[in-house]
């Protein structure tokens, strides 16, 4: 048996393996993951490295190669670094895609990053001595020297560059008094650290009957060594926050670590603030916003034990902390926890196996958790705890379900209700601030023609583009971007104009209405550099605006103790997409809109603006139902056998040539359909779907095609997943490209 094994995890030496032989002494201890003690180069120097597969084939002379000398026991970091590598290889083996990809998700820190290092001058000698010298240096006019021994007489320990500043001086004369002997410098490792300063630390909030019974829950379980997964299913304001830092602090206290997954980068600020209160600088935060030093940083620090907490979305899940006790994710059932590319990783599956590999716990927190995740729960795979009521007595808002239909009746064209405009008009007087949520960005949705129906669309992807108020049409998948039309290229109509609201749009319209309110807009243009996020949610806090307009990102998670109304504009944009998971999207965001009016002593309310009143997802959102839902939600998926009944792989063929990929997409899909015997069979849920083109046919010039196989054994698909790279790893069509996307979002 021999081994490949990788000696340096860099990102530009993952793919570089060496083989190695595995002694039948050790075969039982050598798996895809371990770390293992090999000798390397000409001297044979003993050094670690990690297996990343096996085989029975030598790939050079077999006389040439080495034998693994030793499997080490798990300790500090060698064990984080054994934990991902064992996770990229599930990763590799449960989402397709080639080991390499997974590594380089589980280690995305680029170690060429250069250190931030900086200088302290220490006093060597007593404060007396020194201004003795430098007294002897001013009689010689040596006036540097001087001007140096007497700054550190005084102030004793000090940063070398800001000395150097301060007094002018080079770094020669203080390498010159460390030579004799007065000083010494002292190289520090700086971290970049994107946290927050102080150290200091809040008080201690109590927990109410509710909260308490989960904690304890989790406290007897893990003590026990019971580590089944919670998913805390809780109304929004019911404080789900609180239960996180009671666990992770019962955590620390243990000698363990905690991993807080959080969906939006625009919830870091308002989350690190709350850890920060209670844990200090044990806490840090990474997210793709920070430099690439930053990031480097943060992963140093959690690799030498400098911090106990890491906040951050699904990237941070690969925090490499020695002893990890816990892994939480707050609003699990959110889309960004899936990867778009490969591996398509599930940041909720992907914490199940890292925390099964480190013998620790997993939280799953949600107002409305994922179908799968309470199905799973009412399976008895999770432990289900709800928290039905606000601490301190606070109601959730009232909801008022307005239809649109009859406003078009009574002659209203404009984006605002009679109700809905009376409401923010109020609320203007009372001095209280409102949301107004609308999940589309821009100005105008897309742009047609309303004679003969031709939609601008961009040249290099088929999808419609955007209208923007700086007289711009964007492609938000390509950037491509071109002039406004005034005239279709059609037909030559006058009559082409944008179809559908955007928040552009509906900031224009609030300003219009409402001119003397201050207005903020939170949307993808709005954001697209670091730090606005935290720019946009601190002025409104601190209530320099009266009116926050903006798409989902402002809706999830946020605490603003004077919002009292949130008009939401056009609740069916996300019911009708094309996608069987819509309903459940839109009544996770109505439900999750609704959650940020009157969460003070302040009654809120909440309007909801649609044209399909009677939608059971539009129902039970207004009455903030989540089990009303569930149950309507889940016999849909039974009929239908969707997720998370059965299973779904999605394969996509993508290339420039759109015969060559719909040709390989039928190869593909006959090659499966062919042969069933891997499948359950028609009766269980069993069936080859397509192929034909995405939704999205054509993006950046390429085409794509697209099947999807179906069951309810997920190991069966990949069976399938299998089967498909084994057959391409025998023929020579590699002018199209291949991807895998289990159970997709």
């Known amino acids: 048996m021999f081994a490949d094994v990788i000696?340096?995890?860099?990102?530009?030496?993952?793919?570089?393996?060496?083989?190695?032989?595995?002694?039948?002494?050790?075969?039982?201890?050598?798996?895809?993951?371990?770390?293992?003690?090999?000798?390397?180069?000409?001297?044979?120097?003993?050094?670690?490295?990690?297996?990343?597969?096996?085989?029975?084939?030598?790939?050079?002379?077999?006389?040439?190669?080495?034998?693994?000398?030793?499997?080490?026991?798990?300790?500090?970091?060698?064990?984080?670094?054994?934990?991902?590598?064992?996770?990229?290889?599930?990763?590799?083996?449960?989402?397709?895609?080639?080991?390499?990809?997974?590594?380089?998700?589980?280690?995305?820190?680029?170690?060429?990053?250069?250190?931030?290092?900086?200088?302290?001058?220490?006093?060597?000698?007593?404060?007396?001595?020194?201004?003795?010298?430098?007294?002897?240096?001013?009689?010689?006019?040596?006036?540097?020297?001087?001007?140096?021994?007497?700054?550190?007489?005084?102030?004793?320990?000090?940063?070398?560059?800001?000395?150097?500043?301060?007094?002018?001086?080079?770094?020669?004369?203080?390498?010159?008094?460390?030579?004799?002997?007065?000083?010494?410098?002292?190289?520090?490792?700086?971290?970049?650290?994107?946290?927050?300063?102080?150290?200091?630390?809040?008080?201690?909030?109590?927990?109410?009957?509710?909260?308490?019974?989960?904690?304890?829950?989790?406290?007897?379980?893990?003590?026990?060594?019971?580590?089944?997964?919670?998913?805390?299913?809780?109304?929004?304001?019911?404080?789900?926050?609180?239960?996180?830092?009671?666990?992770?602090?019962?955590?620390?206290?243990?000698?363990?670590?905690?991993?807080?997954?959080?969906?939006?980068?625009?919830?870091?600020?308002?989350?690190?603030?709350?850890?920060?209160?209670?844990?200090?600088?044990?806490?840090?935060?990474?997210?793709?916003?920070?430099?690439?030093?930053?990031?480097?940083?943060?992963?140093?620090?959690?690799?030498a034990g400098d911090i106990d907490v890491m906040i951050g979305p699904?990237?941070?899940?690969?925090?490499?902390?020695?002893?990890?006790?816990?892994?939480?994710?707050?609003?699990?059932?959110?889309?960004?926890?899936?990867?778009?590319?490969?591996?398509k990783y599930h940041a909720r599956e992907t914490a199940l196996q890292r925390a099964e590999i480190a013998g620790a716990s997993v939280v799953l927190g949600s107002a409305t958790p994922s179908v799968e995740s309470e199905y799973r729960a009412r399976n008895g795979e999770f432990r289900l705890f709800t928290l039905k009521n606000r601490p301190g007595g606070g109601a959730l808002a009232g909801v008022s379900v307005i239809d649109l239909r009859e406003e078009l009746r009574e002659g209203n064209r404009s984006m605002f209700s009679g109700k809905l405009r009376e409401l923010m008009e109020d609320r203007l007087n009372k001095d209280e601030q409102i949301m107004l949520f609308l999940n589309r960005r821009g100005f105008a949705g897309f742009i047609s023609c309303r004679k003969c129906g031709k939609v601008i669309k961009c040249p290099h992807c088929d999808v419609s583009l955007t209208s923007h108020r700086d007289g711009y049409l964007t492609c938000h998948y390509c950037g491509f971007r071109e002039k406004t039309v005034t005239e279709c290229p059609s037909c030559g109509s006058k009559y082409i104009g944008g179809m559908r609201a955007g928040t552009e749009q509906l900031e224009e319209q609030t300003a219009k209405l409402f001119p003397k309110a201050r207005i903020l807009r939170m949307d993808g243009d709005t954001t697209k550099n670091k730090g606005d996020y935290e720019e946009i949610l601190s002025q409104f806090k601190d209530h320099s605006a009266d009116i926050l307009i903006g798409t989902q990102m402002i809706v999830k998670g946020h605490d603003f103790p004077l919002v009292t109304l949130v008009g939401i504009i056009a609740a069916d944009m996300s019911l009708y997409a094309s996608d069987f998971r819509a309903s459940e999207r839109t009544f996770d965001l109505l439900t999750q809109a609704a959650g940020r009016a009157g969460r003070s002593e302040r009654k809120g309310e909440v309007v909801i603006q649609t044209y399909s009143p009677d939608n059971y997802c539009i129902e039970t959102a207004a009455e903030q139902d989540y089990e009303g839902f569930y149950e309507k939600e889940i016999v849909y998926r039974s009929l239908l056998s969707y997720p998370p009944v059965s299973h779904l792989l999605k394969i996509l063929i993508e290339g420039k040539d759109e015969e060559k990929v719909r040709g390989e997409a039928e190869h593909l899909a006959d090659l499966l359909k062919k042969d069933y015997s891997f499948l359950s069979g028609e009766a269980e849920g069993g069936s080859v779907i397509g192929p034909a083109p995405d939704v999205i046919s054509k993006l950046r010039d390429v085409y794509r095609y697209v099947f999807f196989v179906r069951d309810r054994d997920y190991e069966k698909l990949v069976d399938a997943r299998e089967k498909i790279e084994n057959d391409r790893r025998s023929g020579s069509r590699y002018d199209t490209q291949v991807t895998f996307d289990f159970d997709p979002m």
């Open 7 to 303: 000696i340096d995890i860099s990102i530009e030496k993952l793919d570089r393996t060496f083989q190695y032989r595995v002694p039948e002494a050790l075969k039982d201890k050598v798996y895809p993951g371990a770390m293992v003690k090999i000798p390397f180069g000409k001297g044979s120097r003993k050094i670690k490295g990690y297996v990343l597969s096996l085989s029975e084939t030598p790939v050079i002379d077999e006389s040439l190669i080495k034998d693994i000398e030793e499997v080490p026991e798990l300790t500090g970091e060698s064990g984080a670094e054994e934990q991902l590598i064992r996770t990229a290889f599930w990763m590799k083996e449960h989402y397709g895609g080639t080991l390499s990809q997974s590594l380089k998700v589980v280690f995305p820190i680029k170690k060429s990053v250069k250190e931030k290092k900086t200088v302290n001058i220490v006093p060597l000698v007593k404060p007396e001595e020194l201004k003795k010298a430098a007294e002897e240096f001013g009689a010689k006019h040596n006036t540097a020297r001087e001007r140096v021994l007497t700054a550190i007489s005084e102030s004793g320990e000090i940063d070398a560059s800001l000395l150097m500043s301060k007094l002018n001086v080079s770094r020669k004369v203080l390498e010159d008094l460390s030579d004799r002997g007065f000083i010494k410098l002292e190289v520090l490792r700086e971290y970049r650290n994107p946290g927050m300063k102080s150290g200091k630390t809040g008080g201690v909030l109590s927990l109410s009957p509710e909260q308490k019974e989960i904690y304890d829950e989790f406290v007897k379980d893990y003590e026990a060594g019971i580590r089944k997964p919670f998913l805390i299913r809780g109304i929004t304001g019911s404080g789900k926050t609180l239960v996180y830092i009671e666990i992770i602090d019962y955590v620390i206290s243990k000698g363990k670590q905690a991993i807080m997954l959080i969906p939006e980068i625009a919830l870091t600020f308002q989350t690190v603030m709350r850890f920060h209160e209670r844990f200090g600088n044990r806490v840090s935060y990474m997210h793709s916003r920070l430099s690439a030093g930053e990031r480097y940083d943060q992963y140093e620090r959690a690799k």
């Open 314 to 343: 699904r990237s941070a899940l690969f925090t490499p902390f020695k002893n990890l006790g816990v892994i939480i994710i707050d609003e699990e059932h959110e889309n960004s926890y899936k990867a778009e590319n490969m591996p």
